[in-house]
């Protein structure tokens, strides 16, 4: 009887099929899985950068978009930045991002700090109030009614204003706010610290995570702002990248140019194309690596108590 029971036991407590050590054949799979995947996010990378840099001839040759380089043709670029057009558009877009970056961070920290501390007031109806927005999204006539009756449009605060804050953002961070213990608070009030004291040399320097990916957050939407710029923007000077990259890809070129009218001849269409997508996603993938590390621990850790 005994003996029976070790057995029904020890048969209980096998582990689960998923937490068993991987096979060779299963670990060839994911191999061969992540491979596929890497190759499709690379392979449309690098044609896009390929064909930027090909002459005509060699984009006529493969009949469009380029996998195997044949030369460097930077025509392409010369002719996109000779224009200002692009030149300009990127120092709105830049303009946009690290102002707009700047002030989102700041009202999402001082809101998710005042709303995950559980006795300050109002703090539950201020939370239902910040969710609404998040549940029912605010109509386009409205939107475009305010925006235009304080006097933004066609300024970068309209585009830098109305997503100023995340309730998405919020909440993650108000989540992470809440799993600091709340005897490093306590002694720091017992200290005699204030509010903005405690957050800025307590709450600040352990939410360093979660404060990097969502300002990626927020970054990566300034930088991709297209709708708003469409509303709001009608000055070809103040359209941002998003706006001029429309033009590029819809017509060849930038808004309001003529390559054929002054005589010039200008690169192939394709490769002009590709040159203003290199020169939109350049900036976002060249600041993604040196935060990436914060990534999955801010989101996961943010989302715990959201």
Not at 60 to 71: N, Q, T
Not at 144 to 149: A, D, H, I, M, R
Not at 177 to 183: L, N, V
Request: charged share 10%; glycine share 8%.
């Amino acid at each position: 009887m005994t003996t029976l029971i070790r057995r029904a036991s020890g048969t209980r407590s096998r582990r689960p099929v998923w937490q068993e050590p991987p096979t060779p054949v299963g670990q060839g799979l994911k191999a061969v899985a992540l491979t596929l995947l890497v190759a499709g996010v690379l392979f449309p990378l690098w044609v896009i950068l390929v064909t930027s840099l090909s002459s005509r001839e060699t984009i006529a040759r493969a009949g469009g978009l380029v996998v195997v380089p044949r030369g460097i043709d930077t025509s392409a670029y010369e002719t996109i930045f000779a224009g200002g057009a692009v030149t300009r558009a990127l120092w709105i877009s830049t303009l946009v991002t690290v102002i707009g970056t700047a002030i989102a961070l700041t009202v999402t920290v001082l809101a998710a700090y005042g709303l995950s501390r559980p006795g300050s007031l109002g703090h539950r109806w201020l939370l239902a109030y910040f969710l609404i927005p998040f549940l029912v999204y605010p109509p386009l006539v409205p939107r475009y009614l305010v925006v235009t009756g304080l006097g933004l449009k066609d300024t970068i605060w309209a585009l830098v204003l109305p997503p100023a804050i995340s309730v998405f953002n919020l909440v993650v961070v108000r989540g992470f706010f809440q799993g600091i213990p709340s005897e490093l608070l306590d002694s720091a009030r017992i200290d005699g610290a204030s509010d903005f004291r405690t957050l800025a040399r307590i709450v600040l320097p352990l939410s360093r995570a979660v404060i990097a990916v969502v300002g990626l957050f927020y970054a990566v939407s300034y930088w991709n702002v297209w709708f708003d710029a469409l509303l709001f923007i009608d000055r070809n000077d103040m359209y941002p990248i998003q706006r001029v990259l429309q033009s590029y890809l819809l017509a060849g070129q930038a808004p309001h140019t003529s390559g054929a009218s002054s005589g010039v001849t200008m690169p192939p269409t394709e490769a002009i194309k590709m040159a203003v997508v290199v020169l939109t996603v350049a900036p976002i993938v060249a600041v993604y690596p040196f935060i990436q590390r914060h990534f999955v621990k801010g989101v996961l850790i943010g989302a715990v108590k959201g």
